[in-house]
């Protein structure tokens, strides 16, 4: 068994209990980049990449592809996953997992609160037991971003959680969400700037106060830097999570070598095999109509400032 598993009462008092299951979160707002740096970690040796793990139940529903390039339901790895920790795909408590939403985030202030989210979103404890044994990695990669998801993992004695706070300009951000709204990407055309704007405020003050309120490690690594000093940035995500020594000969400079990873969700970069020139993308400040900046600028400007933009 990995890391994760349930020890019954006639285990000898002599036997040591297994380490608690390390989980790099990456936590924070959309189109911020935590596809790219789940996948540099993902690249880490004794790291394992399984990225959007809370669109779990939408991918399958949706035939989404898994980052090996195979359709999730044929996916060999998440097949043995959830057999492993919930008996297979069909098991899976829909509506619950659905829960596992940051506007939840009310239900971590209710006193008495840990033991009933324990319980009822029991079956997260129980899949990540499942990638603990199919991966036998030291550290899982889980970029779902819900900060209220991240907090409810951390509830778990043995699941070790440091919260990897991502954050990225905000008119990087929308600049990549106008794109995609162009295209007519069905997750993005509904969008506002305004509301776009508003909410990576409030996402991104959540996730600190969440992490605050949990008691768990916190990182906060901006998007540029990753970009512009990426061994810097991973040797510091490393050092949090006491793996300071880990291994990352597959980065020189600013290319990385990357093999295949298995994800859920998440944008075209999970899919990249080989080397690549790290870039930092910049394309909002020709791309972002000067309307749309115009009210991204007026709403995040003093709060921009928080996270040196």
Not at 104 to 119: A, C, D, E, T
């Amino acid at each position: 068994m990995g890391a994760i598993s349930v020890m019954g009462d006639d285990v000898p008092k002599a036997t040591k209990a297994p380490s608690p299951t390390k989980v790099a979160f990456i936590a924070g707002t959309g189109k911020s980049g935590s596809t790219l740096l789940g996948k540099l970690l993902g690249q880490v040796d004794g790291f394992v990449d399984v990225g959007e793990l809370i669109n779990l139940d939408r991918q399958f529903s949706l035939g989404g592809k898994c980052g090996c390039g195979e359709a999730i339901v044929e996916c060999g790895f998440w097949g043995e996953v959830l057999e492993k920790g919930i008996g297979g795909i069909n098991h899976l408590d829909r509506k619950r997992w659905q829960r596992l939403k940051t506007r939840y985030m009310p239900l971590l202030i209710i006193p008495g609160s840990k033991g009933l989210l324990r319980r009822y979103f029991f079956q997260l404890h129980q899949i990540y037991g499942g990638l603990a044994d199919v991966s036998r990695a030291r550290v899982i990669v889980d970029s779902s971003k819900s900060a209220f998801y991240g907090a409810v993992l951390g509830l778990f004695p043995d699941v070790e959680v440091s919260m990897v706070h991502l954050v990225r300009d905000v008119r990087g951000s929308e600049g990549s969400m106008h794109r995609l709204k162009a295209e007519g990407a069905n997750k993005w055309v509904k969008r506002n700037t305004w509301w776009n704007s508003i909410r990576w405020m409030i996402v991104n003050l959540l996730t600190e106060w969440t992490a605050r309120l949990s008691g768990i490690r916190y990182i906060r690594v901006r998007y540029e830097d990753l970009v512009r000093e990426p061994r810097e940035a991973l040797h510091a995500i490393a050092a949090v999570l006491n793996e300071a020594d880990a291994e990352m000969s597959f980065l020189v400079g600013r290319t990385a070598e990357l093999r295949e990873t298995h994800t859920l969700s998440g944008s075209g970069v999970r899919f990249k095999v080989g080397s690549i020139e790290l870039k930092l993308d910049e394309r909002w400040k020709e791309s972002l109509p000067g309307a749309n900046r115009a009210v991204v600028d007026g709403l995040t400007r003093w709060f921009r400032r928080r996270y040196g933009y």
